[in-house]
C-alpha cells in the first residue's frame, strides 16, 4: 500500500487530515546530509518521537510520518525501492521497525561501526582497572591489525586486478601487431607476385613483337 493509498482509506475525516499533518510537522526531515551521524541523529529523535503516540496509531500510520520526512537522497532512495517492491523485487516494510533495520544497512557503512566500537573500548580502557589494561590493548590492536588486513587485502586484490587488466591489454596490443604484421607481409606477397606477373607478361608481349617483326 503506497503512502498516498494510506491516506485515502484511513484518513478519511477533516480532522484525521489535520492530526496527520499536525503530527508531519513533528518529524524531523532526513536525506540532505545523509552520512552516518546524521542518520543516527535522526533515527533517535523518531525513537523518542514514538514515544508520544496514543496505542490507537497503527504502525503503517506511524510508517507513513517517517516517510513523509525524507528529502533529497532519502527521498530519492525510497522512491527506488518502492519501484523495485512494485516489480517484485523487494519486500514491502510494513513498519518503523524494518524501515530502521533496512536504512541503518544503507545510511550507516560497515566501517562506521568498526570505528565505533575501537572508540568504544577506549573508552573502556579509561574506566578498567589497571591490570586489565593490557588485555584490553592487546583487544583493540587485534581490531586494528584485522582492519589493516583487510585493507591490505582489498588493496592487494585491486592491484593483482590491475595488473592482470594491463596484462590482458598488452597481450591484445601484441595480438593486433602480429595481425597487422602478418597482413602487410600477405600484401607484399600478394604485391610481389602481381609484379613478377606483370613483369612475365610484358617479357610474353616483346617476344611476340619480336617474332612479328621477324616474319615481315
Known amino acids: 500500500m503506497s503512502y498516498r493509498l494510506y491516506n485515502r482509506l484511513h484518513l478519511g475525516s477533516h480532522s484525521e487530515h489535520i492530526m496527520h499533518h499536525t503530527h508531519e510537522s513533528t518529524f524531523p526531515f532526513f536525506g540532505e546530509d545523509i552520512s552516518a551521524l546524521s542518520y543516527i541523529s535522526w533515527e533517535r529523535e523518531i525513537d523518542d518521537l514514538m514515544h508520544s503516540f496514543h496505542l490507537r496509531h497503527s504502525k503503517y500510520y506511524i510508517l507513513t510520518l517517517c516517510i513523509s520526512s525524507f528529502v533529497g537522497h532519502a527521498r530519492e532512495w525510497w522512491d527506488y525501492r518502492q519501484s523495485r517492491v512494485e516489480k517484485g523485487r523487494k519486500s514491502p516494510i510494513q513498519n518503523w521497525s524494518e524501515l530502521r ?24 580502557i579509561a574506566r578498567r582497572k589497571e591490570e586489565k589494561l593490557t588485555i584490553l590493548v592487546r583487544e583493540i590492536r587485534e581490531l586494528e591489525e584485522k582492519e589493516r588486513l583487510r585493507i591490505q587485502t582489498r588493496e592487494q586484490k585491486e592491484r593483482e586486478n590491475f595488473e592482470k587488466e594491463m596484462r590482458e591489454e598488452r597481450e591484445k596490443d601484441q595480438r593486433d601487431r602480429e595481425k597487422i604484421e602478418k597482413r602487410e607481409l600477405e600484401e607484399r606477397k600478394s604485391s610481389k607476385i602481381k609484379r613478377e606477373k606483370e613483369k612475365e607478361k610484358e617479357e610474353n608481349e616483346r617476344k611476340r613483337e619480336s617474332k612479328t617483326r621477324c616474319r615481315v
Request: net charge positive; aromatic share 16%.
Open 101 to 124: 533495520a533496512c536504512m541503518r544497512k544503507i545510511f550507516i557503512p560497515p566501517s562506521f561501526d568498526f570505528y565505533r566500537e575501537i572508540e568504544k573500548k577506549k573508552i573502556e
